[in-house]
């Protein structure tokens, strides 16, 4: 063998494999008994301030699943397994391209399953017959005039030994699309209250300002309940905006984000405010009026000099279902009513009729990821589960049948087989194939 | 009839069905045996329908989900899934005495969704983060997966029973032991299961995964509960790579086997209640 030297083994070896996969298993262990990413503050109010101390410079803390030495174990995972594959895949290429008609005869002199049995005829038409006989069944055959008698040969799922492969390639791919993400990319949120919109995010731990390179607004955000008081949904009305123009709008829920320009953006949280989002419209005159108003004051709108107030509300938690209304145009005695949080109601007036609607305040919290190795995660994802279903599932079955003259114009047949793996499955579908060619 | 007395019945038909294994076991009778097949199927398909039924009433109080997302339901499912991959190996490998090693987690598993105090039966509506499809495919794939390992586990312990037996590498009745199967085809059928839920165990993982990054856009965080779940899955990496490549079989997968399954009872149950995490999905 060509790499021989001391190093290479090492990263080739299984022990290796075996060594660090139980290395990383037991240290994973302590990263979910030491809750992670607590401020230091936190730890040494947990902990005392030794302990504290010496976690963290074991890294146990803050955050030990992106400390050095934990990134170090995985990096030694990829390192041994590219180091191991490229040692082993060329053996493998070999047997997959290998010239079965070449196989030396002794060697199915000894290979189990195996069959023997005699047919009358000339080498030439029994090789005929069997071959076809193969054929009928699936199995396409090869074959060479060798020394004493004619060998065919067939096989099938050659590739299948790559599977093995498919699945250690795809553990690398998986790590290249978390690197990828995680240099690239950046989780942050935003607290963004309705009507309003942003440009920034903050990322998490952090908080650093991230630029989204365009606008995002909140134009409705809303809750519902089930009756038993669960909540059953949350919705955002967003918009997208560039140069102040709405580029794309979506409602999004959790489980159903918004993807701008590879930013994506989930539903995670909201905060419910006491302030009131008023909308009126005069019926005669057209004129509507938007305001924000606090709760429990009587407040005068800007441009109509219309009075409104919200006296008290009903609802969840913090969270008004419907809320009780004081409004007036100053025209006879101020109208009170309830009214739907959100619904839309007509109050008519001695002089004017007018359109009310009221909805509580909310700001809803996103999450914005960007993520540009996922793709290769999810790629990565699919290669290991068909790369298992191969390795798991299938295997490379290779058959020879060697055809000898003897002495009164009868040939002696041996047929041998080998698989890969599943030897008991093989051995069934070998006495099948027996069975089938005697019938020929 | 609802769905809660349906699988209330579950829980002691298994009970029962543990019984008739166990009596196998200890009497050798092929009718017993077959009697024990019977009533396990059926008691199955009592469960079928409990957890089909179950369904049904979520759909009639207007909230209309997969029975498959508290820790009562998984458990259940569990259960369920036990039986039906033990089932299977026994139509494969024609061999009833597995039954006494398989049977009793399923009963295990269905008296503790019965009795345990602090799991709600309840059908509740889900809270907007678990309404996926994504969170059902997770959570069935998880335990196939997890009822694979629970199968592996009794096979494993059997392997070791019979190894202090003298009929090791052989069946017959002459004695306790010598009714097991012999230890060559134990430990293939072992590894067998374990390979079977490898697979399904990563298939769980991963849709997890597209779970989390649906809902957060973060596919993985190493919240206890995922890491648990990795720990498990490089354990029977472990496990499996010490096999083909280093020729480990018999007692040592055996004892493997036992281990891999302690670790995803950890996952699924013990996280819940000894860590803390995001992951409160498994825990009323
Ligand atoms: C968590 C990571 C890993 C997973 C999920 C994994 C998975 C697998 C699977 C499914 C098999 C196939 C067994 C079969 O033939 O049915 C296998 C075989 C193997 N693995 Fe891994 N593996 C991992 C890490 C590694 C590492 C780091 C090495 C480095 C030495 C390694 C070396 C091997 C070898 C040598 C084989 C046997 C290949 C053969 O049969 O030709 N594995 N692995």
């Not at chain 1, 790499?3 to 290395?23: D, G, R, Y």
């Not at chain 1, 909140?218 to 123009?245: T, V």
Request: charged share 15%; glycine share 8%; aromatic share 14%.
């Amino acid at each position: 063998m060509k790499h021989k030297n001391p190093i290479w083994s090492f990263f080739a070896s299984v022990k290796l494999a075996l060594f660090t996969l139980f290395f990383l298993s037991t240290t994973s262990i302590i990263g979910t008994v030491i809750p992670q990413k607590e401020t230091s503050q936190w730890y040494v109010e947990r902990y005392g301030e030794k302990t504290a101390s010496l976690f963290a410079n074991l890294s146990f803390t803050p955050d030990m699943y992106s400390s050095g030495w934990f990134i170090a174990l995985l990096c030694l995972l990829c390192i041994n397994l590219i180091v191991c594959s490229l040692e082993r895949f060329p053996g493998v290429w070999q047997q997959i391209k290998a010239d079965n008609l070449a196989t030396p005869l002794a060697r199915l002199e000894t290979m189990t399953p195996q069959h023997r049995w005699q047919l009358a005829g000339q080498d030439n038409d029994v090789a005929g017959l069997l071959a076809a006989s193969l054929h009928s069944i699936g199995w396409q055959t090869e074959k060479r005039n060798r020394e004493h008698g004619i060998l065919l040969f067939a096989q099938k799922g050659a590739m299948t030994r790559i599977g093995v492969y498919i699945v250690h390639a795809s553990i690398l791919v998986i790590f290249a699309g978390a690197t990828i993400g995680s240099i690239l990319g950046f989780k942050a949120s935003i607290m963004l209250p309705e009507t309003n919109s942003t440009d920034v995010a903050y990322t998490f731990g952090t908080h650093t300002p991230v630029n989204l390179g365009f606008e995002i607004r909140c134009d409705h955000f809303n809750i519902e309940f089930y009756d038993n008081g669960m909540p059953k949904s949350y919705r955002s009305q967003l918009a997208i905006l560039e140069e102040g123009k709405i580029v794309l709008e979506k409602a999004i829920v959790v489980n159903d984000p918004l993807t701008y320009k590879g930013i994506t953006f989930y539903q995670s949280s909201y905060e419910p405010f006491s302030d009131f989002l008023v909308t009126i419209t005069n019926k005669n005159s057209g004129l509507s009026e938007t305001e924000i108003i606090p709760y429990q004051q009587q407040q005068t709108l800007q441009k109509s000099g219309l009075q409104i107030g919200v006296i008290s509300a009903d609802g969840r938690g913090q969270s008004a279902s419907k809320m009780k209304i004081w409004f007036t145009d100053n025209n006879g005695e101020p109208s009170l009513f309830w009214l739907d949080n959100g619904a839309q109601t007509t109050v008519e007036r001695s002089k004017n009729n007018y359109t009310v609607s009221v909805k509580q305040m909310y700001a809803t919290g996103l999450q914005v990821a960007k993520d540009p190795g996922a793709w290769l995660v999810y790629i990565g994802c699919g290669l290991m589960i068909l790369g298992l279903v191969v390795a798991f599932f299938t295997s490379h079955q290779r058959i020879w049948l060697f055809i000898q003259k003897d002495s009164a114009g009868k040939c002696s047949i041996l047929l041998a087989g080998t698989a890969n793996k599943n030897k008991t499955g093989f051995a069934k579908t070998f006495q099948h194939l027996v069975e089938n060619i005697h019938k020929a | 009839m609802n769905s809660s007395q349906l699988i209330g019945i579950t829980t002691f038909t298994y009970l029962f069905s543990t019984i008739l294994y166990a009596a196998l076991f200890i009497f050798k009778s092929n009718r017993l045996g077959f009697i024990a097949t019977i009533f396990t199927v059926v008691a199955f398909l009592i469960q079928t329908a409990g957890i089909g039924l179950r369904w049904l009433e979520s759909y009639q109080l207007g909230i209309g989900r997969a029975p498959l997302t508290n820790m009562y339901e998984s458990v259940v499912f569990f259960a369920w899934t036990i039986i039906l991959i033990y089932l299977i190996i026994e139509w494969k490998f024609k061999t009833r005495i597995i039954g006494t090693f398989a049977v009793p987690f399923a009963f295990l598993a269905m008296a503790y969704a019965s009795f345990a105090t602090g799991i709600t039966k309840e059908i509740v509506p889900l809270i907007p983060a678990l309404q996926s499809n994504w969170l059902i495919a997770h959570v069935v794939t998880c335990f196939i997966g997890y009822a694979a390992f629970a199968v592996a586990a009794g096979l494993g312990f059997m392997y070791l029973i019979k190894n202090t037996s003298d009929t090791r590498q052989s069946t017959n009745n002459s004695s306790l032991l010598g009714t097991l199967p012999a230890l060559k085809v134990l430990d293939d059928i072992t590894h067998k299961t374990m390979v079977f839920g490898f697979l399904w165990l990563t298939v769980g993982i991963i849709t997890g995964a597209i779970w989390a990054n649906s809902a957060w856009g973060t596919y993985w965080s190493w919240d206890p509960k995922e890491t648990w779940s990795l720990i498990t899955w490089f354990l029977y990496a472990i496990t499996l790579h010490a096999r083909y490549t280093r020729g480990w079989g018999g007692t040592r997968i055996a004892w493997l086997s036992i281990f891999g399954f302690i670790s995803v009872v950890f996952t699924y149950y013990g996280v819940n209640f000894l860590l803390s995490g995001l992951h409160s999905y498994g825990s009323s």
